[in-house]
């Protein structure tokens, strides 16, 4: 079954209509006269109810075409531009070269010229008169169908950029390679026949993630250990994966759900797979600090708020979280990150409003990177001292 369009009639003498035939049912004397001001007001406003309706149906496609586009990528064909090769001739061998973005124009079979542009940089070399046969590729600037066919062997092609040493271009057969972009319905055709094929089950460790959170509201984020045995934590262990789990606190999931995630799974995935489940690796970080208040700020407030950016930064509910994405569902992203980075704290500190500078810090009475348990590796935040020098 393909795309099915939810059918609108947006033709307005037929919307006026209907509301005749409403009053009609209201008032059965009433008749609609052409010259009276109600019967005006009637098409004037199934006039505008019309072009509503016609944005309408389009929002509909629209939606669906962002759908398949973002959500399950699959992407429209764009248009492509059609391309020839051409041989240009030269009024003199002192060495040229034919610079990309050069316009030359093709009459098509109604005089219309059709313009093109060199697709890229040609030169001829010193004692040459010409390029080699087909050397210089030119590319429709509207890209579509309508530059296809073209011209042909031998076929002589306009300057529409005039170039005095240029003598003449030629073709070398006629131009293809165009082709209109996928509409609407024909997009969305494909798309209902792609949808159809989908399978549910997980294949990538990512899907394996993904389906762990449409299997409780309590899990808040979930990452997925590929080749992960944790009953003997070996690491090569061929169609098997660990799911790790936790709420928005950050905690493990209770045993429940962890066997609701093994059913979920097992039940969805390829024959022979096998699926564990397993509690974060969690490591306390302690973190101790001097710092120099800027000019103008309370000492006491920018401490508070350099341990409140340093208990968020090691919280086990936001470690991990993917800051390539932007959007809200980055509560949701887990990357496994093995260390807690000596330089990172320093640059968290810094940009905390009031702080000048940092002057000294330790994580962990220590001056150096501090390696996580791993894997499915989380922080949290131990004590936490801020000093003002």
């Given amino acids: 079954m393909g795309y099915i369009r939810v059918p609108l009639d947006t033709n307005p003498s037929d919307l006026a209509q209907d509301v005749f035939d409403y ?27 019309s072009e509503l309706r ?5 929002v509909q496609d629209d939606i669906f075409r962002y759908f398949g586009a973002t959500l399950v990528g699959l992407q429209p064909i764009d248009a492509t531009a059609a391309q020839g090769n051409t041989t240009w001739y030269l009024n003199d061998s002192l060495g040229h ?13 109604n ?16 004692g040459s008169n010409q390029t080699q046969a087909g050397e210089v590729i030119i590319r429709a600037i509207l890209p579509g169908a309508q530059g296809n066919a073209l011209g042909g062997a ?45 399978s549910l089950r997980p294949i990538l460790p990512a899907d394996f993630a993904a389906m762990t959170l449409d299997v409780d509201p309590v899990i808040q984020r979930a990452v997925c250990i590929d080749l992960y045995n ?31 995630i093994i059913s979920y799974l097992q039940a969805n995935r390829e024959v022979n797979f096998i699926v564990n489940t397993m509690a974060p690796n969690y490591t306390t970080v302690s973190v101790t600090t001097t710092i120099h208040v800027a000019t103008g700020y309370d000492t006491t407030s920018v401490n508070n ?48 409003a009031g702080v000048d500078r940092v002057i000294s810090l330790t994580l962990n009475g220590g001056t150096v990177d501090i390696s996580l348990t791993t894997p499915a590796s989380l922080t949290k935040p131990g004590t936490v001292t801020v000093t003002d020098a």
């Fill in 111 to 126: 005089n219309n010229v059709i313009p093109f542009q060199v697709a890229n940089d040609v030169t001829v070399p010193n």
């Fill in 230 to 260: 944790p009953a003997d934590h070996t690491t090569n262990n061929q169609r098997m994966v660990t799911i790790v789990a936790i709420d928005s606190a950050g905690n493990d999931v209770p045993q429940v759900v962890k066997n609701e």
């Fill in 305 to 352: 708020a350099v341990i409140g950016a340093i208990n968020n930064y090691l919280s086990p509910a936001t470690w991990g979280q993917d800051p390539s994405i932007l959007e809200a569902s980055i509560v949701e992203s887990w990357i496994d990150i093995p260390k807690v980075y000596f330089n990172e704290v320093i640059t968290l500190i810094s940009n905390v």
């Fill in 154 to 198: 031998g076929a002589a092609i306009q300057l529409i950029d005039v170039i005095d040493w240029v003598q003449r271009v030629e073709l070398t057969g006629p131009t293809a390679g165009g082709a209109d972009a996928e509409d609407d319905i024909t997009y969305l055709n494909r798309l209902a026949r792609y949808m159809q094929r989908l």
């Fill in 23 to 49: 009053i009609n049912g209201q008032a059965p004397q009433w008749i609609p006269s052409e010259g009276n001001l109600d019967v005006w007001i009637i098409r004037a406003v199934a006039q505008m109810a």
């Fill in 97 to 109: 070269t034919i610079s990309a973005g050069t316009t030359v124009g093709i009459i098509d079979a």
């Fill in 54 to 58: 016609d944005l309408a149906t389009d």
